[in-house]
C-alpha cells in the first residue's frame, strides 16, 4: 500500500536550519509530483512547495522562497525540504503528498502523517 | 496569487442533513479546484478532485461541482464521520492556495 513517512522535526533556534525528509513506499516514486503542504498550530492548510517527478521543475510559496530548498533522490525513494533561515512563524506541523498532474490540474491523492517543527528561541 | 475563499467558515448540523460549503476563486480557475476532508491530529484526505470527480473510495454522498470561480462541495446525508474541517483548493496556478476552511460541527 501508499506509504509516505516524514521526519526530521523538532524544535529550532530563529535562523537556524532544518532538512526534512519524506521517505515513500509502495508505488513508483519516479512517477509522480511530490508536494509539501504545512498547517501551523490551529490553522489552515498552506501550500509550501513542489517538485516535479523528474526534478526539472520546483516552485515556492512566496513565504519560504530563498530560504526553503525542495530536491528528490529516485534512487532512495525520498523527497527532501531543506529549510534554512527559519522564522517562528515557519513553526507548523509538515507534510508530503503525492500528487496527481494531469493538464492544468493537480491534486494530492496521499499524504503522510506530518512532522512537527517548531523554531523557538 | 490566487484566493480561494470559503464559506461558511463553520457550521452547525444533524447526521441526515444536507450541507453545502462552497468556494470563491479571485480570478478564474477553469476547472481545478479540490476539496480536502481534515479530522483532529490528522493528515487531510482528498475527496474531490478537478472540480467533480469523486476520489476512491470516497462515499458518494460528496459531490463537487462548479466552473470558473465558484465551486461547491455538497454532502447529501451527513453522517457522523463527517464532522470534520474541508478545505478547497485550487491547482490552476502557482503559488497553490487552500480556502480557509469550514468546520462542520454538530
Known amino acids: 500500500q501508499v506509504q509516505l513517512v516524514e521526519s526530521g522535526g523538532g524544535v529550532v533556534q530563529p535562523g537556524r536550519s532544518l532538512r526534512l525528509s519524506c521517505v515513500v513506499s509502495?508505488?513508483?516514486?519516479?512517477?509522480?509530483?511530490m508536494h509539501w503542504v504545512r498547517q501551523a498550530p490551529g490553522k489552515g492548510l498552506e501550500w509550501v512547495a513542489l517538485?516535479?517527478?523528474?526534478?526539472?521543475?520546483?516552485d515556492f510559496a512566496d513565504s519560504v522562497k530563498g530560504r526553503f530548498s525542495i530536491s528528490r533522490d529516485n534512487s532512495k525513494n525520498t523527497v527532501f525540504l531543506q529549510m534554512n533561515s527559519l522564522r517562528p512563524e515557519d513553526t507548523a506541523v509538515y507534510y508530503c503528498?503525492?500528487?496527481?498532474?494531469?493538464?492544468?490540474?493537480?491534486?494530492?491523492?496521499?499524504w503522510g502523517q506530518g512532522t512537527l517543527v517548531t523554531v523557538s528561541s | 496569487d490566487i484566493q480561494m475563499t470559503q464559506s461558511p467558515s463553520s457550521l452547525s448540523a444533524s447526521v441526515g442533513d444536507r450541507v453545502t460549503i462552497t468556494c470563491r476563486a479571485s480570478?478564474?480557475?477553469?476547472?481545478?479546484s479540490n476539496w480536502y476532508q481534515q479530522k483532529p491530529g490528522k493528515a487531510p484526505k482528498l475527496l474531490i478532485y478537478?472540480?467533480?470527480n469523486l476520489q476512491t473510495g470516497v462515499p458518494s454522498r460528496f459531490s463537487g461541482s462548479g466552473d470558473g470561480t465558484d465551486f461547491t462541495l455538497t454532502i447529501t446525508s451527513l453522517q457522523p464521520e463527517d464532522f470534520a474541517t474541508y478545505y478547497c483548493?485550487?491547482?490552476?496556478?502557482?503559488?497553490?492556495?487552500f480556502g480557509g476552511g469550514t468546520k462542520v460541527e454538530i
Open positions: 503528498a503525492r500528487v496527481v498532474r494531469l493538464s492544468s490540474s493537480s491534486w494530492a491523492e496521499y
Open positions: 509502495g508505488f513508483t516514486f519516479s512517477s509522480f509530483d
Open positions: 517538485i516535479w517527478h523528474d526534478g526539472s521543475k520546483k
Open positions: 480570478q478564474s480557475i477553469s476547472r481545478s
Open positions: 478537478a472540480t467533480s
Open positions: 483548493q485550487q491547482s490552476y496556478s502557482t503559488p497553490l492556495t
